[in-house]
């Protein structure tokens, strides 16, 4: 049997068996292959914002599963042109090629899932705007900074109802020992909720969704973009209202900030 067909076989054996399944097969496999890019891809991403046109980065934005053909332009030049950048002086760097499908571990997943990573590690991605499924996925991972530290409560309650919120709670548990030894033997509490909607997250790989009021501990993470002139003008996302969040470490925070009121 070549190799190519017994990574298909391999594929073919891990139908339905879950996240924790399909990470291990992709880590078995690929393990080396992703820490060397990893590194290859945060070297590269720091001496690209180093000396591309001699010029810093105003600012730099990820959009995932993005559809319009010609919105990276029109973002970049659009927000340089709304928050007065000079481009002579700064950057726009608005990336609007990145997929990312949470069902399957495919290169293009792999790719964008490592290149972001990279961008958080070099501190130069300031905002990711994405489909509700993509943007469950990071804020599942703690990408996104708590929007209470980033606009007044003011400014919160005139956004409430366009405003996505994760469960910190659940978040808790996905980091407990109870979820590891979950994935070790998997065996979980069923009388626990957040184990329930871990379980139900290993084997859809959807993040779990839950209206505020269930939450124990919600916190607003994100801002649905519905309504939003700049993404219908693009054509960026036309199934769903896509959702922008601020990343845990931007080094930018107020020309993000303005790169949201830009958007909304």
């Given at each position: 049997m070549?190799?190519?067909?017994?990574?298909r076989?391999?594929r073919?054996?891990?139908?339905?068996?879950?996240?924790?399944?399909?990470w291990?097969y992709?880590?078995?496999?690929?393990?080396?292959?992703?820490?060397?890019?990893?590194a290859?891809?945060?070297f590269?991403?720091?001496?690209?914002r180093?000396i591309a046109?001699n010029?810093?980065?105003?600012?730099?934005?990820?959009?995932?599963?993005?559809?319009?053909?010609d919105?990276?332009?029109?973002?970049?030049?659009?927000?340089?042109?709304?928050?007065?950048?000079?481009?002579e002086?700064?950057?726009?760097?608005?990336?609007?090629a990145?997929?990312f499908?949470?069902?399957?571990l495919?290169?293009?997943?792999?790719?964008?899932?490592e290149?972001?990573l990279?961008m958080?590690?070099?501190?130069?991605l300031?905002?990711?705007?994405?489909?509700?499924?993509a943007?469950?996925?990071?804020?599942?991972?703690?990408?996104?900074?708590?929007?209470?530290?980033?606009?007044?409560?003011?400014?919160?309650?005139?956004?409430?109802q366009h405003?996505?919120?994760?469960?910190?709670s659940?978040?808790?548990?996905m980091m407990?020992d109870a979820y590891?030894?979950?994935?070790?033997s998997?065996?979980?509490?069923h009388?626990?909720?957040?184990?329930r909607?871990?379980?139900?997250?290993?084997e859809?790989?959807v993040?779990p969704?839950q209206?505020?009021?269930?939450?124990e501990?919600?916190?607003?993470v994100?801002?649905?973009?519905?309504?939003?002139e700049?993404?219908k003008?693009?054509?960026?996302?036309t199934?769903?209202?896509?959702i922008?969040?601020?990343?845990?470490n931007?080094?930018?925070?107020?020309?993000?900030?303005?790169?949201?009121?830009y958007?909304?």
């Amino acid at each position: 049997m070549s190799v190519n067909e017994e990574i298909r076989a391999q594929r073919q054996k891990l139908k339905g068996q879950g996240f924790k399944a399909h990470w291990e097969y992709f880590w078995e496999y690929y393990k080396i292959h992703t820490i060397v890019a990893l590194a290859v891809l945060i070297f590269l991403i720091t001496l690209i914002r180093d000396i591309a046109n001699n010029k810093p980065a105003a600012l730099d934005a990820i959009f995932i599963n993005c559809n319009g053909q010609d919105a990276q332009s029109y973002l970049q030049d659009g927000f340089a042109e709304y928050a007065g950048i000079d481009t002579e002086k700064e950057v726009v760097m608005v990336d609007t090629a990145a997929n990312f499908v949470t069902s399957t571990l495919d290169n293009t997943s792999v790719a964008t899932s490592e290149k972001i990573l990279a961008m958080i590690s070099a501190k130069s991605l300031d905002v990711i705007v994405a489909d509700s499924t993509a943007f469950g996925h990071y804020a599942g991972q703690e990408t996104f900074l708590d929007l209470r530290n980033v606009f007044s409560a003011k400014e919160l309650s005139d956004m409430e109802q366009h405003i996505y919120y994760i469960d910190q709670s659940f978040i808790d548990y996905m980091m407990s020992d109870a979820y590891t030894d979950y994935l070790t033997s998997g065996k979980y509490d069923h009388d626990n909720k957040y184990a329930r909607m871990a379980a139900e997250y290993d084997e859809t790989f959807v993040f779990p969704k839950q209206e505020v009021s269930e939450m124990e501990n919600p916190v607003p993470v994100g801002i649905y973009l519905d309504g939003s002139e700049v993404i219908k003008e693009t054509g960026s996302y036309t199934s769903e209202a896509p959702i922008v969040g601020i990343v845990i470490n931007t080094q930018r925070l107020e020309t993000a900030k303005k790169f949201i009121e830009y958007l909304r």
